[in-house]
């Protein structure tokens, strides 16, 4: 048991293959995350739902335009929930990469367990981040920008 848990939340992975055609898989192909986590003794790794598995309810939204809807977030926060329980922490810090970092943005947002929250290039205004890249709104997302507060 640890006072703080270190939870690392991947990034979007391999959402897209290009700007037109998407992923049949979001698994990263280069998992920088589980790196980093892998050289942390006091932490663990969530990959993103559909990563790493194979199951007839991964839709392609949940990689796409709702990688960060409400469905995304709870079905994070749970599992967030559980790790926190099986580890007997108290907090929890989150270290999001990428849209990992969108993600763990709207945990914290949720949660007041979370004392620290750490992003590393995080799409945290994905509304500014989809116009500035011009590419497809995330219209079935919540924008971490509005849950700051």
């Not at 992975?13 to 050289?39: C, E, Y």
């Not at 907090?91 to 949720?110: F, Q």
């Not at 205004?125 to 497809?136: F, K």
Request: hydrophobic share 40%.
């Amino acid at each position: 048991p640890s006072k703080r848990l270190t939870i690392y939340i991947e990034g979007d992975g391999l959402a897209w293959l290009n700007r037109r055609k998407i992923s049949s898989d979001p698994t990263p192909v280069d998992p920088l995350v589980l790196k980093l986590a892998v050289h942390d003794k006091q932490a663990v790794y969530l990959a993103r739902p559909c990563q790493y598995v194979k199951s007839d309810r991964c839709d392609k939204k949940l990689w796409t335009s709702a990688r960060f809807s409400t469905e995304v977030v709870e079905s994070m926060n749970q599992a967030v929930t559980e790790l926190k329980n099986q580890f007997q922490a108290s907090s929890l810090r989150l270290i999001g990469y990428s849209g990992g970092g969108a993600i763990a943005t709207l945990l914290a947002a949720e949660r007041n367990d979370v004392d620290q929250l750490v992003t590393v290039t995080g799409n945290l205004d994905t509304t500014a981040w989809t116009e500035m890249q011009h590419i497809s709104a995330l219209t079935d997302s919540l924008n971490p920008a509005d849950a700051w507060q």
